[in-house]
C-alpha cells in the first residue's frame, strides 16, 4: 500500500469511526448512514483507491468534474450530484448521477421531470432545503417543502426521495444542530403526510459538521476535507 493510499485508508477509518460514534449518541440515528465522498478536491487517482478501500458513492459539485471523474474511472461507483445543477446541464448530469442532491427550483424540478419522462426513468433527487434562512443560500425556505413536494409528486420523470440542506459556514455546533433539526422535522412530517416516502434521505453533514448532522438523523454525510487532509490534491 502507498504512503498516500495509507494516509487515506487511516482517514477513512477515523471518519467511519467518528459515524459509529455520533449514532451512537443519538436517538434519532436509527437508520443508516451513508458515507458519501466529494471528490471535488482529489484526482481520479484518489478516488479509485476509495472504491477499493469499500467506499461505493462518490460525490462531485460540477457536472464537467463528474463527466471526467467517471469516464477515468468507469464502471463502480454510485455517483451524486451535489453542487448546483443549471437547467442546461441537467441532461449530461442525470447521464450519470444516480442521486442528484440540489434540486432547488421548481423550474429545474420542472426540466428533470421532462428528463425522466423521456428516457423511462425517473430521475432521483433531494429537494435542496435553505434551511437556515440564510439569503445567500440557495435552496426552497421550510414553508415551500410541502407544496414543492405535492407538486412533484404528480409527476412521473422525477422521484424525490429526501431533503437536503447545508449549515451556514462557520457555524457553531448548536447552530449547526438547529438547522439539522429543522430538516429531520421537514423530513418526518413530509413522510408522516405520504408526500415522501417510508426512509426518505435526509443528505445533510459536511466534514466540519457531520458528527451533529448524525446525531440529528442525517442519512447521508457529504465528506470532503476530514478524508483528503495530508493527501496533494491531484
Known sequence: MS???????????????????????????????????????????????????????????????LEAKAAALGPGPRWHLVGTLQ??????????????????????????DRLGAARGRPVRALLEVNAGGEATKRGFAPGEVEPVLRTARGMDGVRVEGLMTMAPAGADRERARGVFRTLAGLRDAAESGGLLPAGAALSMGMSADFEVAVEEGSTIVRIGSALFQGLAAR
Open 3 to 65: 504512503t498516500a493510499t495509507d494516509s487515506l485508508a487511516t482517514n477513512l477509518a477515523t471518519v467511519q469511526s467518528r459515524i459509529a460514534a455520533a449514532a451512537a449518541r443519538s436517538p434519532r440515528a436509527a437508520r443508516a448512514t451513508t458515507l458519501l465522498a466529494v471528490t471535488k478536491s482529489v484526482g481520479p487517482e484518489v478516488a479509485r483507491s476509495l472504491l477499493d478501500l469499500g467506499v461505493a458513492d462518490l460525490g462531485e459539485n460540477r457536472v464537467a468534474d
Open 87 to 112: 437547467r442546461n446541464k441537467a441532461k449530461r448530469a442525470v447521464a450519470l448521477a444516480d442521486l442528484v442532491h440540489s434540486l432547488d427550483t421548481l423550474a429545474l424540478l420542472e426540466a428533470l
